[in-house]
Structures are given as C-alpha cells and as structure tokens.
Nanobody
Framework: QVQLVESGGGLVQAGGSLRLSCVAS????????MAWFRQAPGKEREFVAS????????VYADSVKGHFTISRDNAKNTVYLQTNSLKPEDTALYYC?????????????????WGQGTQVTVSS
C-alpha cells in the first residue's frame, strides 16, 4: 500500500507561481507512473499532467501546457508540479495520483492511489 501526501498549495496572486510536492511512502516509488489532477469548485476532476516511471516522458493537459511542469525525484520518493503564470481559473484542489503501469496515458485509467489534495487559490 502506498500513501501520497501533497503539499505546497496556497493563496497566490495571478501571475504567480507555486511548487506542489507529493511524497510517496515505500521503496517502490519508481514502479509507478505519477500524475496530477485537479478539481475546481462546481467542476469534475480533470487531468493535469503525467510523468513516466523514470521521469523521461511527460504529458500535459492543453490548459496547462507551457505553464506547468511535472517532474520527479525517485531518490526522494517525490513528484512535483511547478505551476507558473497562474490564473484564477487554475484555482482548484490539486491531487497527486499513482498507478502501477508502464503507460503514461491516463485515458480510461483509474489511479491505484490518490493523495488527499492540496488547495491552490489564485486571486485576480
């Protein structure tokens, strides 16, 4: 069983940046494809970004492409989401997710593990 703990959320002005972190328990972090999802008030949870097990490949939602960067440090059991040029529409609860897979695609996939989420609020 893997536990995921997110941190780094907060209140930021439009145009600002936040670095979200997700720390996983255990010694098999490198076997998991990791991703970030988010859920804004009144909306369904949506995919944000995904990263391969070794961190060599990434996939981004069109809405965050060029502004967000996902990365991982397997030695620290941590995946990051660098959020730049934040906009009010980026306001959401951001969730870390993990799946035991070799594919970075999340189409039709359910994560094996979810974190509790970290809140990102962007003011105008």
């Amino acid at each position: 069983q893997v536990q995921l703990v997110e941190s780094g959320g907060g209140l930021v002005q439009a145009g600002g940046s936040l670095r979200l972190s997700c720390v996983a328990s255990g010694r098999t972090f490198f076997t998991y494809v990791m991703a970030w999802f988010r859920q804004a008030p009144g909306k369904e949870r949506e995919f944000v970004a995904s990263i391969s097990r070794g961190g060599r490949s990434t996939v981004y939602a069109d809405s965050v492409k060029g502004h967000f960067t996902i990365s991982r440090d397997n030695a620290k059991n941590t995946v990051y989401l660098q959020t730049n040029s934040l906009k009010p529409e980026d306001t959401a609860l951001y969730y870390c997710a993990a799946k035991y897979s070799s594919s970075i695609s999340w189409s039709g996939d359910r994560p094996d593990y979810w974190g509790q989420g970290t809140q990102v609020t962007v003011s105008s």
